[in-house]
């Protein structure tokens, strides 16, 4: 069974960046599409921003020219370059591998001054 593990969360203020990271036990991109999610307080899990398989990207209108996601296969690993941080963008985040069904078990990202 492949495991997902989230990293790179925490407290940064309004404008700031954080890189989250998401390393899988065992290769999969080239063959399952990766997402990150966020989920706010009170409110339910949304795609931020997914690639697929062949490397395609994208991304909800929230985030767009703001975040970038990336993979680098030799690591196993999904990044979420956060830049421009708002408030909004407080919640968990979390990994996702959408033919496999499989998700991390999320990081915190809190925006606030």
């Known amino acids: 069974q492949v495991q997902l593990v989230e990293s790179g969360g925490g407290l940064v203020q309004p404008g700031g960046s954080l890189r989250l990271s998401c390393a899988a036990s065992r290769s999969i991109f080239s063959i399952d599409a990766m997402g990150w999610y966020r989920q706010a307080p009170g409110k339910q899990r949304e795609l931020v921003a997914q690639?697929?398989?062949?490397?395609?990207?994208n991304y909800a209108d929230s985030v767009k020219g703001r975040f970038t996601i990336s993979r680098d296969s030799a690591k196993n690993t999904v990044y979420l370059q956060m830049n421009s941080l708002k408030p909004d963008g407080t919640g968990v985040y979390y990994c996702?591998?959408?033919?496999?069904?499989?998700w991390g078990q999320g990081t915190q990202v809190t925006v606030s001054s």
């Open positions: 996702n591998a959408k033919e496999r069904g499989l």
């Open positions: 690639i697929t398989s062949d490397g395609s990207t």
